[in-house]
């Protein structure tokens, strides 16, 4: 069942999520109206499917698909906005301005799968704002369930499900040994519904206004619209919802007022991403389709700026240190990996570097992949291999104890573009 098409005059494509216009239970019943309910077992499932969401948390799995798979006795549901990644703050955004939203989400999802407990998983700074959103549904009647509100740590793999998992069984919010799915076996064995706070989100439209309104928008095979957090080198910073698919560059130039051509590189997916050079944005749509060419993924709609004058290299290292040092440290390759990586890739950037090194760094990163319980050592070497190929000529340089990033500072101008005449 879905109610009236969208207002569209007030809302245009690039706007759904924050179409309210505030946080308030007013503002969101103003412009949204009541929750839907769906009574047959398996309809919103469906509807899920048709509309073709697929999770906004980073992996990108079909939302309706897991739903169907975590329906079943004492089944549990949590929205995940711990948001670990340093360069993503779309969930906190989400929260602070479309609460009620992701809870309409949490809602219609855990009655889907026959919840008996829902659980909202959410950073410090987002505790309030959550926690006043469910007072008020409560003053006005709006709670149909019990929602509880757990403290997710600040920390890198505090969002990994397994760790959600564990911090609400009341462990650390660390990841551990997977044997079955979470949408099986997650909280106490019971079958787990993880599922990001923009997912969610998404649910409580498609709810509303049906698979083929979430469809007119965004890249056919993974629709609708999504928040990408775009940091760097741009002008415009910031959160913006915008279209799947939609242009790199003209993300860049459009939503980031800056000029393509000003940049050395970008980096899509977040730290677990993918660096593009920036001579090839135009080539790329953020979506997995147009990203997988590249051997790249949106993640969790991370597009990070790096200028001409800066140093990929020593960007990566010091992205690569800090992967390194939030590690749970259970696992060999986070254990031994992670750290031989970052030193080797600090040598690279920032010290004397022995013949080989960028060699070693690739072996060690193929040596970690697929081998932890989670997939932080796999995240963190397809980083590191994207630095290496992205930056191959900063190599060659560094080893001449030069800086591709200082001679285009010095010279005012990108000298790859001069070196191409
Ligand atoms: C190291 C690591 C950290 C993660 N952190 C988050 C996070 O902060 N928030 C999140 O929603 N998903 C995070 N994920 C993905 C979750 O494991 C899970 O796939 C996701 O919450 C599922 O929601 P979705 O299907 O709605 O995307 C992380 C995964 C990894 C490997
Ligand atoms: S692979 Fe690393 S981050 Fe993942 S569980 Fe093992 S030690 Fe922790």
């Known amino acids: 069942?879905?109610?009236?098409?969208?207002?569209?005059?007030?809302?245009?494509?690039?706007?759904?999520?924050?179409?309210?216009?505030?946080?308030?239970?007013?503002?969101?019943?103003?412009?949204?109206?009541?929750?839907?309910?769906?009574?047959?077992?398996?309809?919103?499932?469906?509807?899920?499917?048709?509309a073709g969401l697929v999770g906004r948390g980073g992996a990108g799995f079909p939302t309706g698909r897991k739903i169907s798979t975590a329906t079943g006795r004492g089944a549990i549901a949590i929205g995940n906005g711990a948001e670990g990644e340093p360069a993503s703050s779309k969930d906190a955004t989400l929260l602070a301005h479309a609460p009620h939203l992701v809870l309409d989400g949490l809602?219609?999802?855990?009655?889907?799968?026959?919840?008996?407990?829902l659980y909202m998983y959410v950073p410090t700074h987002s505790l309030a704002t959550v926690r006043a959103a469910l007072d008020e549904r409560h003053d006005a009647r709006w709670d149909r369930?019990?929602?509880?509100?757990?403290?997710?740590p600040d920390a890198f793999v505090a969002g990994e499900k397994s760790a959600v998992v564990s911090r609400v069984e009341g462990g650390p919010a660390l990841p551990r040994d997977q044997f079955a799915s979470t949408a099986?076996?997650?909280?106490?064995?019971?079958?787990?519904?993880?599922?990001?706070?923009?997912?969610l989100a998404h649910i409580g439209l498609i709810?509303?206004?049906?698979?083929?309104?979430?469809r007119s928008v965004g890249e056919p095979s993974e629709p609708g619209t999504m928040l990408v957090t775009?940091?760097?080198?741009?002008?415009?910073?910031?959160?913006?919802?915008?279209?799947?698919?939609?242009?790199i560059a003209e993300l860049i130039s459009h939503d980031g007022g800056t000029d393509p051509g000003t940049l050395r590189s970008v980096l899509v997916g977040g730290y677990h991403g993918t660096w593009l050079p920036a001579a090839s944005l135009g080539d790329f749509q953020l979506c997995r389709p147009s990203l997988a060419r590249a051997g790249a993924s949106p993640g969790a709609g991370i597009v990070h700026a790096l200028a001409i004058g800066d140093c990929g290299l020593a960007r990566s290292a010091d992205i690569v240190t800090y992967l390194a040092e939030q590690s749970a440290g259970q696992c060999g390759p986070c254990i031994n990996g992670l750290p031989r990586l970052a030193q080797l890739l600090t040598d690279l950037a920032y010290g004397t570097t022995?013949?080989?090194?960028?060699?070693?760094?690739?072996?060690?990163?193929?040596?970690?992949?697929?081998?932890?319980?989670?997939?932080?050592?796999?995240?963190?070497?397809?980083?590191?291999?994207?630095?290496?190929?992205?930056?191959?000529?900063?190599?060659?340089?560094?080893?001449?104890?030069?800086?591709?990033?200082?001679?285009?500072?010095?010279?005012?101008?990108?000298?790859?573009?001069?070196?191409?005449?």
């Not at 997650?186 to 923009?198: C, F, H, I, M, S």
């Open 1 to 50: 069942m879905t109610v009236d098409a969208f207002p569209e005059e007030s809302a245009p494509q690039r706007s759904r999520l924050f179409a309210a216009g505030g946080p308030s239970l007013a503002e969101h019943d103003g412009r949204f109206g009541s929750l839907p309910e769906f009574r047959r077992p398996g309809a919103l499932a469906a509807l899920l499917d048709e």
């Open 230 to 247: 775009l940091s760097g080198a741009v002008r415009a910073g910031g959160v913006v919802e915008v279209p799947t698919g939609v242009s």
């Open 184 to 199: 099986v076996s997650g909280v106490r064995g019971r079958p787990t519904l993880v599922q990001n706070v923009e997912t």
């Open 207 to 214: 709810a509303r206004y049906g698979p083929r309104w979430f």
């Open 354 to 421: 022995i013949p080989g090194t960028a060699t070693e760094i690739r072996r060690i990163a193929d040596l970690v992949d697929g081998r932890g319980s989670c997939r932080h050592p796999d995240g963190t070497a397809r980083f590191v291999r994207s630095a290496l190929d992205v930056f191959a000529s900063d190599i060659l340089l560094h080893n001449d104890g030069q800086c591709e990033a200082l001679l285009t500072t010095a010279t005012g101008h990108d000298s790859r573009k001069e070196s191409r005449v």
């Open 145 to 152: 369930h019990h929602v509880k509100v757990i403290e997710a």
């Open 107 to 117: 809602i219609l999802a855990g009655e889907a799968i026959g919840a008996r407990e």
